[in-house]
């Protein structure tokens, strides 16, 4: 991730309120989707200077905390029910893909292809101002879709 400015915290005007009220209201996880980006949005709007590099990077940054936190205990809450279901199949004496190593392997992956794909969206900005919000955008909507995604997969329900 990026490094941000202490200086980002002290001004700016965000809250997670937005992004907490949408999802309270999505009926689907396309509706969920939908919320990623609510609080960051809310706080440029609400931040003198929120249109800023530094303000719109600051905002994003915040809203990428939000989401970081989400995935983090959806992802250790999927881990635990795969350890729980894998256990049970090793006491069946199956024979499978086991879910924990697989889910593992997976979250590795899905790091490495975040970053790369944040990696090539702050290229495209050829080195300009532009380029540390995009990231920021880039790292919270794709950490905000695995976070959702974590979050509604089913284990052995």
Do not use: H
Request: charged share 20%; with cysteine; net charge negative.
């Amino acid at each position: 991730m990026l490094a941000a400015p202490a200086v980002w915290a002290q001004s700016l005007a965000y809250s997670d309120m937005a992004t907490l009220t949408c999802l309270s209201t999505a009926n689907r996880p396309s509706a969920a989707r939908d919320c990623i980006g609510a609080s960051a949005n809310a706080c440029m709007s609400a931040t003198p200077d929120g249109g800023t590099t530094v303000g719109m990077g600051g905002c994003l940054d915040r809203e990428l905390a939000f989401w970081d936190g989400m995935l983090n205990r959806n992802y250790q809450a999927l881990r635990d029910r795969a350890k729980r279901t894998d256990a049970e199949m090793r006491d069946l004496g199956a024979s499978v893909t086991w879910l924990d190593r697989s889910l593992l392997d997976m979250q590795r992956a899905w790091i490495v292809w975040r970053d790369a794909t944040c990696d090539f969206e702050r290229a495209q900005w050829g080195g300009g101002t532009g380029g540390g919000p995009a990231t920021y955008a880039c790292l919270m909507r794709l950490t905000g879709e695995q976070a959702l995604y974590l979050g509604n997969t089913r284990i052995g329900e």
